[in-house]
Nanobody
Framework: VQLQASGGGLVQAGGSLRLSCAAS????????MGWFRQAPGKEREFVAA???????YYTDSVKGRFTISRDNAKNTMSLQMNSLKPEDTAVYYC??????????????WGQGTQVTVSS
């Protein structure tokens, strides 16, 4: 499975971005999928996940601001990010696999897309 993340960019605080993750090589509709992020000098952290049955999970800091979704017909996953804050600045990675949704033990990872939020 190859995962391609896109949609990152530079946005002012309070703005919005929509990240997308396209899977190829295999249907991922029966896999859990997630978004992680890594800020400079920090460890990679869990952001959001969606199970194969569309149950969603979020880290506390993004609840109410971010929404994860998936389109199994298109083999894609998205992360709508609203009310962005400077502390959301990071490289965002998408992942897919059979692990627990909030675990970082996913089988497949995308290459990452940079999100920069200016104050």
């Amino acid at each position: 499975v190859q995962l391609q993340a896109s949609g990152g960019g530079l946005v002012q605080a309070g703005g919005s971005l929509r990240l997308s993750c396209a899977a190829s090589g295999r249907f991922v509709g029966n896999s859990n999928m997630g978004w992680f992020r890594q800020a400079p000098g920090k460890e990679r952290e869990f952001v959001a996940a969606i199970t194969y049955s569309a149950v969603t999970y979020y880290t506390d800091s993004v609840k109410g601001r971010f929404t994860i979704s998936r389109d199994n017909a298109k083999n894609t996953m998205s992360l709508q990010m609203n009310s962005l804050k400077p502390e959301d600045t990071a490289v965002y990675y998408c992942a897919a696999g059979t692990t627990m949704p909030q675990s970082d033990k996913y089988n497949y990872w995308g290459q990452g897309t940079q999100v920069t939020v200016s104050s």
